[in-house]
C-alpha cells in the first residue's frame, strides 16, 4: 500500500515531484534533529547537493516556512526555527480533537488493511530496548503518523493532521534523552498494539481515541520532565 507521500507525488508532474522530493528530504532533517534550530539553510548548498537550479530549494524552504519548521530572516537567510513545549501546546489540543474525531474524518476504503504496516513499525521498535537511536525513534514515529493518517480519504485533513504532526515532532526527540528511555518506547508500542487491535475489530472509532489518549498521555510525561528538570 502506498505511503501518503507516494501517493501524493503520483499526481505531480516531474518538476514539482522534484521540489516535493526536496521538501520531505528537508522536514524530515529537520523533525529528526539533522538539522537542529538555527541551522542556516543556504539555497546555494542545497542546490549544490541536490543537483537542482534554486528554484525548487527556494520553493520547497517556502513550505518550511509556511508550516513553520523554518523562517526567513533579514530576506536573505532561512533558518530553522527555534521550539518549546509552551509554543504549540495548542498544536497538541488540535491534534487530540482530530484524532478523536478520526471516523467523521471519511474513512478510507479498506483503512484496516493498513494493519499490516503497523505490525512492521512494531518489529522494527522492540529492537529499541536499551538501544538509544534518537533518529530511528524519531522515523518509527513518523511511519506510525503516517500509517494512521491514511486511514482517512479526506486529502486535506490527512494534510493537516501531517502538518501539526511536523510542527511538534521535534520537541518530544529532544526531550527523549532526559526522559525514562524504555518507558517511552514501551508506550510507543503499547500504542501500536492497542491501534492493531481496533484495526483488526475494524472499529475506527477506537482507532481515533487510542490516538487521542496517547497523544494526551505523551503530553503529560512531557509535562513531568519539564517540572523535574
Known sequence: MESIQSERQSKLGAAQRRTEEIYTCLRNRICLLHYPPGTKLSEQRLAQEFKVSRTPIRRALHRLEIEHLAERRQGVQTIVTSFDFDSVRDVYVIRMILAENID?????PRWWERVDHLRRIRQDSEQLFNHHDVTKVGTLHLELQEALAGVIENDRAREIMMQLYF?????????????????EIAAFIREIDSSIEAMEHRDIRALGLIRRNAISMNIERMKNTLTAG
Request: hydrophobic share 55%; no cysteine; net charge neutral.
Open 167 to 183: 510542527q511538534i515532532a521535534r520537541i518530544w526527540l529532544a526531550m527523549l534523552t532526559k526522559m525514562d528511555w524504555n518507558e
Open 104 to 108: 467523521s474524518l471519511s474513512p478510507a
